[in-house]
């Protein structure tokens, strides 16, 4: 039941943001609200949880790609790839709703995001040394890649231009990673 009432949740998260009651989510599950309430003491407790399912997701996924026999350029691909595995990405309106209604909610996605740069910072810093990337200013690189992440959690651009948000993260990474010019 605990797993129906996170993806119920999200679900009307997705169409709500998290103005939802939790009378909305026992009727999207057609149970009482006392049955919610046995799986999680608040509305609160469910969007905490819900969070640290999605940050922990994508922590266990950074993890087996840092520690796996990638080469460092299939490491960037794949970092820049990993999406919730039990959830679609919200969109940025959904961000700036937990921003506003649930600050340490929110803290904890800063911090998360700011590790994940820091990673990423040091990942390609790295190619630097090695010679694999170009010598780059590496918080351009930061910044540019978030701004696209954002971007692409649009779901008008994804429908305007006939893209699931996997097949946009793709053509990012392809134009970031392999760059704009042809090779000869």
């Known amino acids: 039941m605990r797993n129906r009432i996170i993806a119920a949740t999200v679900e009307e998260v997705n169409l709500r943001g998290f103005k939802f009651t939790m009378s909305d989510l026992a009727r ?32 266990s996924q950074e993890e087996m790609v840092y520690g796996s026999a990638l080469s460092l350029i299939e490491k960037l691909k794949a970092i820049l790839t990993i999406k919730p595995d039990r959830f679609e990405p919200f969109s940025n309106r959904v961000y700036e709703d937990l921003r506003l ?3 340490d909610e929110w803290e904890k996605v800063v911090q998360f995001r700011q590790e994940r740069l820091d990673r990423l910072a040091t990942l390609l810093q790295q190619g630097i040394d090695v010679g694999i990337i170009r010598p780059i200013h590496v ?27 996997q097949n946009a993260i793709t053509a990012m990474i392809d134009i970031i990673v392999e760059g704009l010019t042809v090779k000869k």
């Open 28 to 59: 999207r599950l057609s149970v009482s609200k006392s049955s919610l309430y046995e799986h999680f003491a608040s509305k609160d407790a469910l969007i905490s949880s819900i969070v640290d399912l999605i940050l922990h997701d994508f922590c």
């Open 101 to 103: 209604n649930y600050p």
């Open 139 to 165: 918080a351009v690189a930061q910044q540019t890649i978030i701004s696209a992440l954002n971007g692409l959690t649009s779901y008008s651009f994804l429908t305007e231009n006939n893209l699931t948000y």
